[in-house]
């Protein structure tokens, strides 16, 4: 059983940081900013011995690989942006990592194929950069992700290069996806294995070599019915504050979710190591109570308890999403520190396979 971690790269300062949300911004100022928002509110949840690192910073990148390895970790899913005939952002830890072979560390790339919004601060209506799709944009796309997906690091499944397209149902996103998987025939011989959302319309790509994967919490929260209406109502403004989730209720829901796929040999599970976007959202968010490493074991004992077979890859949700509460770096609140990537560290200590 492999364990592959998403990758957030923002944590460092980049032109479009500096422009649209301040000089020098990068999550961290959302982390620093947080607050809790009602009574046992665990926040603000920071690096331990406040390390607000800068991924710029090669010594930095080496030793997110070193540490990530040393716990079980066997390989990094960069979030990937790239919006319109070369148009891109947030590309320079992936791109140090390629050229750099002092960083061990295995990885693949997740597109994020999406407007670029100002999430990053809690409005999702304001579009900086929108997504567009055309096919000498998939011809350059193609082109920048070449040197990549040739590299001895990058990851395969079945041989062929894993490539995660989050919202395969986009408008004309299909036919993109085409182009770049006829681009990789051409000029590799194979095309990839694709990665799409459990919960996204893929007809027209069912012919492509190709996974579905879990993608929570959305996958997961969508059946709990509470939730649900909570939060409609907070969208209504009708509900106070953040919406709480307990562990617990995460848990029956994620096991759900696990017995609907059980016999799915094409399915790939994705934990969760937490969720609480409150740093950017405030009381418009939602988030999961309970430790972060006791959540990550609790649900790798589903899959070992419901999976007849044992997943070859899971994918984990995440490294490093610091403002989303999704972490499995070592993390402290009110000087209480908790390992989360430990728990793989242990399971492959008890020769976990």
């Not at 949300?21 to 947080?34: C, H, I």
């Not at 096919?135 to 995660?164: C, T, V, W």
């Not at 051409?186 to 294995?193: I, Q, R, Y």
């Not at 937490?274 to 006791?294: A, E, H, M, Q, V």
Request: hydrophobic residues 40%; aromatic residues 14%; contains cysteine.
């Amino acid at each position: 059983m492999k364990f592959i971690s998403y990758f957030l790269p923002q944590f460092y300062a980049t032109p479009e940081n500096d422009k649209y949300w301040g000089e020098g911004f990068t999550d961290w100022v959302n982390v620093k900013k947080a607050r809790p928002l009602f009574p046992n509110h665990e926040q603000p949840i920071l690096p331990v011995d406040n390390e607000f690192y800068d991924l710029s910073d090669l010594k930095v990148l080496e030793k997110h690989s070193e540490l990530s390895i040393d716990n079980g970790i066997d390989g990094f899913g960069y979030w990937h942006y790239w919006f319109d005939k070369g148009h891109k952002t947030l590309e320079k830890v992936q791109e140090m990592h390629l050229n750099n072979k002092s960083i061990k560390q295995n990885f693949f790339f997740a597109w994020a194929n999406t407007d670029w919004s100002k999430s990053w601060v809690g409005d999702d209506k304001a579009i900086i950069f929108k997504q567009k799709y055309s096919e000498e944009s998939a011809i350059n796309h193609f082109a920048y992700l070449r040197p990549f997906i040739l590299d001895a690091r990058y990851l395969k499944i079945e041989g062929k290069p894993m490539f995660q397209v989050i919202n395969p149902d986009s408008k004309c996103a299909k036919e993109y996806i085409l182009i770049l998987e006829k681009a990789a025939i051409v000029n590799l011989g194979e095309g990839f294995h694709w990665v799409f959302p459990s919960n996204k319309d893929i007809k027209g790509l069912e012919t492509l070599s190709f996974s579905i994967a879990g993608f929570p919490p959305g996958d997961v929260t969508v059946d709990n019915l509470a939730f649900k209406i909570k939060r409609n109502l907070q969208k209504l403004k009708l509900f106070q504050g953040p919406v709480v989730l307990s562990s617990e209720s995460y848990l029956r829901s994620f096991k759900r979710v696990q017995l609907s796929f059980c016999d799915n040999e094409s399915y790939i599970p994705c934990i969760l190591s937490g969720w609480d976007n409150t740093p950017r959202y405030k009381n418009r968010g939602f988030l999961i109570k309970g430790r972060k490493s006791l959540l990550l074991k609790k649900q790798i004992d589903i899959l070992k308890i419901l999976r007849k077979k044992k997943p070859e890859i899971v994918l984990v949700k995440a490294w490093n999403e610091w403002a989303e509460g999704n972490i499995i770096e070592p993390y402290s609140f009110n000087e209480e520190e908790d390992f989360p990537s430990k728990v793989f560290k242990d399971l492959k200590n008890n020769n976990l396979k």
